[in-house]
Every structure is written in structure tokens, then in C-alpha cells.
């Protein structure tokens, strides 16, 4: 019963580094998110996907890049890290195509860009 | 452009009730959430609002007014497990959620 997983946990990276954070989840959702959370500033959306495929930018798009090739993944991108990029990411899936169903959450990933 | 108000912190007593309010202005208003997150970990859904009126949960109770663009989620018999920030979001025309800054709540003994 895992739900949404995120991998890695956490991460230092040096400004110009690039990684990339995975997002799995085990609920055939379709609608799969990316978010940052920086203190005082709430959860803002990065990038979203509807479907297998498809990607859409969110509030903060700038700086990063997804992909969804399968059903079940969603990976977030960073080609140049940036010390603004500094952040707690947060990986959500939601079922069907009713926005008001609740979205699920993974753990999230906490990085650090030095 | 959505604005989503929250007050930044609340502090308040074991066992006593508290509120925490949520004002928005946005365009194609669908329903609102909240969402609790305690520290370092992710957000869990609470309750979930898209007729005015109230929603009862055990202990938590959410209220919304479409029409003056307000909600507020009433906890009930506090507990120290209590303690967390709760989020408010709303969802509108796009298919994602809008949150606000969050409450911080601090239930002391």
C-alpha cells in the first residue's frame, strides 16, 4: 500500500548540477503534480500532467523540465541547478477527471542547491 | 490572477476549539480543500467544500460561503497531536489545486 513514492529523500547538489526526482505511484491515477513549498510561500505548482504523455506548466514552471512516460511515473528535471532552486518538492496524484477529488502526496524530496 | 488569505500563525489551548480562516479571490471557483501538514512531512487531506454550508468531520468541521469567498476549518476538543499548519486550496477552471500560505497552529497544554 505505497501510494505515492518519492526517491531521493534528500539531496545536496552544487549550482550548476543537474538531477532528476522521481515520482511513482501505485493508484492508476492519471493526474500526477510537481510542487515546491518554500517557508511563507505555501505550495506552488510546477508542472502537471494529465495522462500518460502529456505534461502541462504550472505557477513556477522556469528552470525545470517533466516528463510522463508511463502511467505510473512522473519525473521532475533540473538541467542547471540554482541555489534558488533550494526547496521541499512535493510529488501528488489524483484519480479521474473530477478536479474535486483529493489529491495524495508523497513525502517529498528536500534539496539543497549550494 | 487567484489571492488565497490565511493567517500565518495561531496558538491555542488543549481541549478548547479553534478557527482558522480562509479568504479567496478567484476565477471560476470550484470547490475548496484542506489539507493538514505536519512538520516535515506531506500534506494529508482533511475535508473537502463545493456547497456553502457546513461539513462535519469527528472532530473537524469545514464551513464555505461562495458567495462572500470564505472558509474555515473548526477543530474541535484540541489535542497536541493537533499541532501542524493547515492549508487551504482551492481549485478553479485549471486542473490543479491553488493553496494558500498555510496556518501554523500551536495547541499548548
Known amino acids: 500500500n505505497a501510494g505515492v513514492t518519492q526517491t531521493p529523500k534528500f539531496r545536496v547538489l552544487k549550482t550548476g548540477q543537474s538531477m532528476t526526482l522521481l515520482c511513482a505511484q501505485d493508484?492508476?491515477?492519471?493526474?500526477m503534480y510537481w510542487y515546491r513549498q518554500d517557508p511563507g510561500m505555501g505550495l506552488r505548482l510546477i508542472h502537471y500532467?494529465?495522462?500518460?504523455?502529456?505534461?502541462a506548466k504550472g505557477e513556477v514552471p522556469d528552470g525545470y523540465n517533466v516528463s510522463r512516460l508511463k502511467k505510473q511515473n512522473f519525473l521532475l528535471g533540473l538541467e542547471s541547478a540554482a541555489p534558488s532552486q533550494t526547496s521541499v518538492y512535493f510529488c501528488?496524484?489524483?484519480?479521474?477527471?473530477?478536479?474535486?477529488?483529493?489529491?495524495?502526496f508523497g513525502d517529498g524530496t528536500r534539496l539543497s542547491i549550494l | 490572477g487567484q489571492n488565497i488569505d490565511q493567517p500565518t500563525e495561531m496558538t491555542a489551548t488543549e481541549g478548547a476549539i479553534v478557527q482558522i480562516n480562509c479568504t479567496y479571490q478567484?476565477?471560476?471557483?470550484?470547490?475548496l480543500f484542506w489539507y493538514q501538514q505536519h512538520a516535515g512531512e506531506a500534506p494529508t487531506f482533511l475535508s473537502y467544500?463545493?456547497?456553502?454550508g457546513l461539513e462535519e468531520k469527528g472532530r473537524f468541521s469545514s464551513f464555505l460561503s461562495r458567495s462572500k469567498g470564505y472558509s474555515y476549518l473548526l477543530l474541535k476538543e484540541l489535542q497536541m497531536k493537533d499541532s501542524a499548519s493547515y492549508l487551504c486550496a482551492v481549485t478553479t477552471g485549471r486542473r490543479a489545486l491553488t493553496f494558500g500560505s498555510g496556518t501554523r497552529l500551536q495547541v499548548q497544554p
Open positions: 493508484m492508476n491515477h492519471e493526474y
Open positions: 501528488a496524484s489524483r484519480s479521474g477527471t473530477d478536479i474535486n477529488q483529493p489529491q495524495h
Open positions: 478567484t476565477s471560476g471557483f470550484n470547490g
Open positions: 467544500n463545493v456547497l456553502d
Open positions: 500532467s494529465v495522462g500518460e504523455g502529456t505534461t
